[in-house]
């Protein structure tokens, strides 16, 4: 799956996140078969996992050009530890 | 976060989940802080998770139902493959 | 990656993961690049992973089994309580 | 729990975590109970994840700290791109 990278990207990836959303509201409505559904819902899961990958990434690239542009020793600190606590939070779905 | 149990609590979560997708197309459309934006994005996931596992029980509850009303050895191997089909992928996101 | 299957191979297979366990000791005591014992420490998690699914896999052929010669009700609640939770702990890393 | 921070700490760290795959072996050998064995299991996982992110963590202020120190952009490209596929490793267990 090609990840979106531009933020025009991103929006058509999440508009079809969104239909495959509603999507599984139909399974459901129409009591379609619970791996079909189940596995269904593991797509968007993934889906936005790739949006999560490409998004970091972009704050990287963002965090560690401003870390080189001289800020102080304390805000990079504080950045570190926000995106040390993202991924920490990745592991826990 | 209450799991939603029956077919309607979860048409009502999933109406709340695609919300919440396009709330995230607003903030990239506004270009809101990225990690504001990765914050939401784990929400809905983990939201998502716990329709998955929900879905998996109700899942459970019907097979384990089904394989003791006498099905053949050779159904219940299917089953029981498919779900742990099911499992070993919610470990990738 | 073969899965462990008997108690044999899956002994085998621990000792295995134990000696790599120790081979992270010494990458740590050496002062090996960061990257290098990440990837090794990885390894080891994915394996013990492995070790999880085939043990897993193995319980839901005996619970299944258990289940078809007429357990209780609250028997089959209790056990299929115990395999929930267990998968929801999977998720959490 | 905590996380071991200095090369020591994580050496006594790893040193229990060792000990803990040898005593899964026991439990394998003495025919324990399944779902122990599957909680313990997931408790070295869950151990080795902690070490994970503590090396991540060092290796994060390691990164900044160099980037900062005036390589050039190439440099720092490959180091993000290291950084984000170890994350991107950490979603697959």
């Known amino acids: 799956m090609r990840q979106p ?3 025009k990207e991103q929006l058509v990836f999440l508009k079809k996140i969104e239909g495959q959303v509603r999507g599984i509201q139909k399974m459901i ?3 379609r078969y619970c791996v079909d559904i189940l596995n269904q819902v593991h797509s968007v899961i993934y889906a936005l996992a790739r949006v999560e990958d490409k998004i970091l990434e972009k704050h990287f690239e963002h965090c560690v050009a401003s870390a080189v542009k001289g800020k102080s020793e304390n805000d990079r600190k504080e950045k570190l ?3 040390l606590q993202l991924i920490s939070r ?3 779905t």
């Open 5 to 7: 990278t531009t933020h």
């Open 81 to 83: 530890d926000e995106i």
């Open 90 to 92: 990745f592991r826990k």
């Open 29 to 31: 409505d129409e009591g």
